[in-house]
């Protein structure tokens, strides 16, 4: 299960009155796992930034005046999306500005972004699972407890990792051990203690089987929490 989760800053507000793409950030889970592969662009919109735009995400006009436009990494962009799903929180906002930027290639070979991945909006899986509450991601991270620190100003690769932790603490964590495979010889630094050497670690490691009511009640919150997620929910 490939999901790539995705933001855009852009020049404005609105595409129908000619605001563009300034910056793509895209994270890619496999199998509910940050993969650490990701894409990441700046581009030249052909217009000024909107001061009101720069306040939000600080990027100027002058830092983009040498960056490629839209037609240059379209390619590239659509390739690394490709069949997979997008997690985008308000997706409707950045679907019609990716939509709006394929809409201005001569030729457009692509058609629009639902012609080669599904859609998936958190803001909305976020309004199902907590009604009447706040659904910014801001909001979302105070709640899920997902560190967001380091985001003084919005960017579009900072906000598509810090959507990543929230989307997987909304649909029930990451999956991962932290244990690497057996060609690594190695743990990643402050991993775990490096008094406990990787063959004390298996040793200590216990393989424990579900029962079957475990297996009725796992399956049963799976079936909820697809439901809640809108989102076919499979591990």
Known sequence: MRQIILDTETTGIDPKKGHRIIEIGAVEVINRRITGS????????EREVEQEAIDVHGITNEFLTDKPLFQAIVDE???????AELIIHNAPFDVGFINHELSLLTPNNWGIIEDHCKITDTLKMARRMYPGQRASLDALCKRLMVDNSNRTLHGALLDSEILADVYLAMTGGQVSLGLKTQQESQFDPGTLSSSLSQSRLVEQLRLIHPSDEELAAHKAYLAQLSKESNSEINW
């Open 77 to 83: 962009f659509i390739d690394f999306v490709k069949g």
């Open 38 to 45: 990701y894409y990441h662009q700046y581009i030249h919109p």
